[in-house]
């Protein structure tokens, strides 16, 4: 074994160490492939209605060749800004076969944060859910944006349950703010529309931009990550490369709550699952913990994907332990540290090992994971993907040995091009070909990865440094505790000092009671100064806690 890949040993049986990269050259050969070796089995369900291989592979023709029709050229791009719904594998496969740059765009943008995404990219077209279509409304005359692709939650449904769903979103539940964006058509006109043109033949080629992913701004202005055809083919078949001894083609039912536009859901459950044939169950919004049980009674599902959030939401609904699991052979969680109280419950409750991951938006996302065989270890992020490398190095950019804290750094076909027409910021991020993550992590002697925090989110309290992760994991362990998030504050002695902000489980939690249980499990220095209770914490669309928005209100009180 090479002592400088100490992990190599504890991959699963059947997983290689490395993948051809180049099986594809692009995202559209992958789909080609897919469509045609699947074509009669089903690809993706939303809420009952079905679409086969083949029919998605028709649909997403129809829409490449209308976005072609209507003078868009190849390299262009095209914000995709809508829930998980059928409408959106169709609009991100008809894009790329139309040689377009995909913008993945977080729906629950403000109009600011639309205009800052759309400018910064050049987007010259969008596809739309009608429901978010006013704050476009009020930004659309900033950009350089020509078309406009509206789509309601019930379109692609069927035409009775299609009503129905949109007479409910629209009129009873009136998530739909009026707006009028001219020259706007629907999307099932566009796809009408799609059957009068021919497909030009677009180029594809591996080092092609085929995503513009923007970070998730959890730390800061969001960048565009240029994610290449390569870089996503490569990702894919990483995440396939440690699945196949658990999964078989053409029989797995992905369950699949978190949004497609988020990377981590766009790579694993979108691309990865599509090269397995597997049938997607797409869940519009992933906060209706009753629909993501409901789809867990209706399917034989075997992957599940989520947040530690979200596996605690489900953990703590009284349905989600009725549900038969018997069928679940993997589940993965991503996006933020899956807490031991958790996975320990996860286990408990559905018999299937919760296996945690890591990765960024800059590697695609997935770096590495936890062996699904039952070998992985509780509390770290478990070892590189295969043609992977990581390493631990100080600020000097000097390799650590095993168990010395420092900046964890990626290496891999999965790793970005660089950072949309930010040069400097790709030079920091990018060095001799390594990825900074920007995240404090150690290598264990075994070779199993392990994260202690953000080195953003680092509390230095009187020249000590208090990782918020720590803090959380214990306070996630109290019985009365629902949701924990710990950041730093101000603090005339010390510099600074913990404040965690808790939303409870049991109404009986007291600060007292919170402030012993730390003392009992943590050192002085880390035993939070300040507690506020809340109904709810600060979340990213995937429920990722931001910390950040807890220390800007702080600074602001």
Not at 373 to 389: E, K, R
Request: aromatic share 8%.
């Amino acid at each position: 074994m090479d002592d400088s890949k100490p992990w190599l040993s504890h991959y699963s049986p059947g997983v290689p160490v490395n993948i051809d990269a180049d099986q594809y050259p692009s995202l559209v050969a992958l789909f080609e492939d897919c469509i045609t070796k699947y074509k009669n089995k089903p690809a993706f369900t939303c809420m009952g209605k079905t679409i086969t291989y083949k029919e998605f592979g028709k649909k997403s023709r129809k829409m490449a060749a209308y976005l072609q029709s209507r003078g868009l050229e190849p390299g262009d791009r095209i914000s995709l800004m809508m829930p998980n719904t059928l409408q959106y594998p169709i609009a991100l496969f008809g894009s790329l076969l139309a040689g377009l740059v995909v913008v993945n765009t977080n729906p629950l943008y403000t109009p600011r944060e639309m205009k800052h995404q759309f400018t910064d990219s050049g987007v010259k077209a969008i596809i739309i859910a009608e429901n978010f279509a006013a704050n476009l409304q009020k930004i659309i005359d900033d950009t350089k944006i020509e078309v406009v692709i509206k789509t309601s939650i019930g379109e692609l449904l069927g035409a009775i349950k299609g009503t129905v769903v949109n007479f409910v979103v629209r009129r009873v539940k009136r998530m739909v703010p009026k707006y009028q964006i001219n020259n706007a058509i629907s999307f099932s006109h566009a796809l009408k529309e799609g059957k009068k043109f021919t497909i030009k033949q677009v180029t594809q080629t591996p080092d092609r931009v085929a995503v513009l992913q923007y970070t998730g701004g959890t730390t800061g202005v969001a960048k565009g990550s240029m994610l290449t055809n390569r870089n996503l083919v490569a990702n894919a078949l990483q995440i396939r490369a440690i699945m196949d001894p658990f999964l078989k083609e053409g029989e797995e039912v992905a369950l699949c709550p978190l949004p497609l536009y988020h990377i981590f859901a766009f790579t694993v459950n979108c691309v990865a699952m599509m090269s397995f044939g597997s049938h997607s169950i797409l869940v519009v919004n992933a906060k209706d913990i009753p629909s993501v049980i409901k789809e867990f009674n209706k399917y034989p599902v075997s992957l599940f994907t989520g947040v530690n959030t979200l596996f605690n939401a489900l953990l703590n609904h009284p349905k989600f332990a009725e549900v038969d699991f018997s069928s679940l052979k993997v589940t993965v969680g991503g996006g933020m540290a899956v807490q031991r109280s958790v996975a320990e419950e996860w286990l408990k409750v559905t018999g299937c090992f919760l296996n945690e991951g890591f990765g960024m938006t800059e590697s695609s996302p997935l770096a590495s994971v936890n062996p699904l065989d039952g070998g992985g270890q509780l509390g770290t992020i478990g070892i590189p993907a295969p043609s992977t490398l990581m390493r631990i190095v100080d600020e000097s950019g000097s390799v650590l040995p095993p168990n010395e804290i420092g900046e964890i750094q990626i290496k891999g076909p999965q790793v970005m091009k660089g950072y949309y027409n930010q040069p400097v910021e790709t030079a920091k991020t990018i060095v001799d070909g390594w990825l900074n993550t920007g995240d404090l992590g150690l290598m264990q002697p075994d070779g199993f990865f392990k994260i202690v925090d953000r080195k953003k989110d680092m509390i230095n309290v009187s020249g000590f440094n208090v990782f918020p992760n720590e803090i959380e994991e214990v306070l996630a362990s109290h019985p009365k505790v629902l949701e924990v998030a710990a950041v730093g504050v101000p603090h005339e002695k010390s510099g600074e000092c913990v404040k965690v902000f808790v939303v409870k489980k049991d109404s009986s939690l007291t600060e007292k009671e919170l402030i012993a249980y730390c003392r009992e499990n943590l050192t002085g220095y880390k035993v939070p100064k300040e507690v506020e209770f809340r109904k709810e914490l600060p979340k990213t669309n995937v429920g990722k806690i931001l910390r950040r928005a807890l220390r800007e209100e702080e600074k602001k009180s």
